[in-house]
């Protein structure tokens, strides 16, 4: 039996957050948010005030950090079981968002362990306690619409992918004000991030009617306004929101593949000088796709869908394998237009962290095993054995073709 679950409302347009927000009924919100964005961009304070308009008592809860921590979460969860809210309201990017949805699952059910979280859809009920709002500030992760949420444990090194329509959130807002003045890097990385989304939704063994027409437009629309987001065109920018939201909506039911799978088990293990050296997971993303189409356009039906896509594009071929070659040209150009790089030795952190050939080597065994292992394996066009996965994962480090 397949299902299709989305929030059960969506709001978008511009400035609807405060609008939304008043309009709740309860006693008690917590705003969960990240570092210092939504503050700065007077965000918080307007969720705040709407939030207090609707009679309510609010908690702030403040610095999430990217790639969000096991600890955070259990430390989120510990105020919210003292401060008992009746809604959970999620705003910034992927991180907060997927921090507060798993901070939910131990406020209801103190007791649940993590571990068993980290089995595919085996989430408690929830909303015994509260209902969930996720209003997102950057337009890639869709974690508004979505099942999912990623949490890092550090000691290991893993992101681990949680799966459970129970934290498919209960409203998403779309509010176009909040991503105005979002960084280029972080447009181009979560813009990269939704097509993956969409194109691993469009060719995933779980994909369905209900998934493929969402899946396709927003291919469409990510790649007529990526760039010209980039380059500060606020109406593509506002296009770029929505057309996320839609990817989102795609692979929250049809699910993901091994483009993820790979990101999850590589975007926190490498160190260099005792740090880690994050490989931003929409980055991963964008870098890993081209390798991963090559590897699964072996497999009969994902190549027909690859040029299915394709064909929507407008990108022409001789034969379905000439247009899945210029289907991959055309998202290499779209990533290098807004300057993301090509392959994990080329990649930079932002604070001068690299990842060193010998690291990469070192971690490369374990990584694929790990990746292997990923929820979003399972429905991947192809099942990659050992070998395989080590072999994309190194076409990924040195930018080589995928043969196999």
Known sequence: MARFTLPRDLYHGNGVMSEVLAGLKGKKAIIVTGGHSMRAGGFLDKAENALKKAGMEVYILEGVEPDPSVTTVMKGAKIMQEFGPDWIVAIGGGSPIDAAKAMWAFYEYPDVTFESLCIPFNFPELRQKAHFVAIPSTSGTATEVTAFSVITDYDKGIKYPLADFNITPDIGIIDYELVESLPVKQVAYTGLDALTHAVEAYVSTAACNFTDG???????????????????????????????????????????????????????????????????????????????????????????????????????????????????????????????????????????????????????EKMADDAIGDACTGSNPRIPTHNEMVELYKACYYDTDVKF
């Open 214 to 364: 969402l899946a396709l437009h927003a291919i469409k629309l990510i790649f007529e306004n990526l760039k010209k987001s980039y380059d500060g065109d606020m109406e593509a920018r506002a296009v770029m929101h929505d057309a996320q939201c839609l990817a989102g909506m795609a692979f929250s039911n049809a699910l993901l593949g091994i483009v993820h799978s790979m990101a999850h088990k590589s975007g926190a293990v490498f160190k260099q000088n005792g740090e880690t050296v994050h490989i931003v997971h929409g980055c991963a993303n964008a870098m890993y796709l081209p390798k991963v189409i090559q590897y699964n356009a072996k497999n009969l039906r994902a190549k027909k869908r690859y040029a299915e896509i394709a064909h929507l594009l407008g990108i022409k071929g001789a034969s379905q394998a000439a247009k899945v070659e210029n289907l991959i040209k055309a998202i290499c150009d779209l990533r290098a237009s807004v300057n993301v790089p090509s392959c994990i030795k080329d990649y930079d952190d932002g604070h001068g962290g690299k990842v060193s050939e010998e690291e990469f080597l070192s971690k490369l």
